[in-house]
């Protein structure tokens, strides 16, 4: 079966840090470039950062630029992201999702979702 | 940034009508537009893919169509499941940006 688990999240003070992962199975994983995409409470979607399957082009969205870093080990079939500075605005539910290619990329499958929560 | 603008924001419909959900970006995307349904607490699921092309496992009630800068997503006959809300994305050119949403209520 095709899946995606996540774990790491929690509750952290401003200033702070927090890794999320997103193990993936039942595909190979290296092959797909994945993505990290949050909603706050309430909220819509927003993209926040996508990881090539080469490994060679990491993106961002302005919101979270120099503060996260996403990641991946193709050998572990993991997605990482390390996030420093954590703000309130940060506070969401991240969800990990694959990118696939048919001419077109869409994200077909995606994780449950953990949620982050930034508050004093 | 590519901005994507949903109409409308809400809508209540009957079992069996038909519904239809716009997407406007804010210049030419081509077919580079996704569009997906999101349950209370759940994942997003994608339903449409490449602007038109049914994701597998997908109710072949649900159908997209459009390019360059105007989509729309169509349900042909509403069922009770289909309570959500729905986003369209767009993947032409990063950052990646979704519409706000439409609130898809059962009457």
């Known amino acids: 079966e095709v899946q995606l688990v996540q774990s790491g999240g929690g509750l952290v003070k401003p200033g702070g840090s927090l890794r999320l992962s997103c193990a993936a199975s039942g595909f190979t994983f290296s092959n797909y470039s994945m993505n990290w995409v949050r909603q706050a409470p309430g909220k819509g979607l927003e993209w926040v950062s996508s990881?090539?399957?080469?490994?060679?082009?990491?993106y961002y969205a302005d919101s979270v630029k120099g503060r996260f870093t996403i990641s991946r080990d193709n050998a572990k079939n993991s997605l990482y992201l390390q996030m420093n500075s954590l703000r309130a605005e940060d506070t969401a539910v991240y969800y990990c999702a694959r990118d696939n290619w048919g001419g077109y990329f869409y994200m077909d499958v995606w994780g449950k979702g953990t949620t982050v929560t930034v508050s004093s | 940034d590519i901005q994507m603008t949903q109409s409308p924001s809400s809508l209540s419909a009957s079992v069996g009508d038909r519904v239809t959900i716009s997407c406007r970006a804010s210049?030419?995307?081509?077919?580079?537009l996704n569009w997906y349904q999101q349950k209370p607490g759940k994942a997003p699921n994608l339903l449409i893919y490449?602007?038109?092309s049914l994701q597998t496992g997908v109710p072949s009630r649900f159908s997209g169509s459009g390019s360059g800068t105007d989509f729309t997503l169509t349900i042909s006959s509403l069922q009770a499941e289909d309570s959500a809300t729905y986003y369209c994305?767009?993947?032409?050119?990063?950052?990646?940006?979704f519409g706000q949403g439409t609130r898809l209520e059962i009457k």
């Open positions: 210049q030419s995307i081509s077919s580079h």
């Open positions: 490449a602007a038109s």
């Open positions: 994305e767009q993947c032409h050119s990063t950052p990646i940006t």
């Open positions: 990881f090539s399957s080469s490994s060679s082009y990491k």
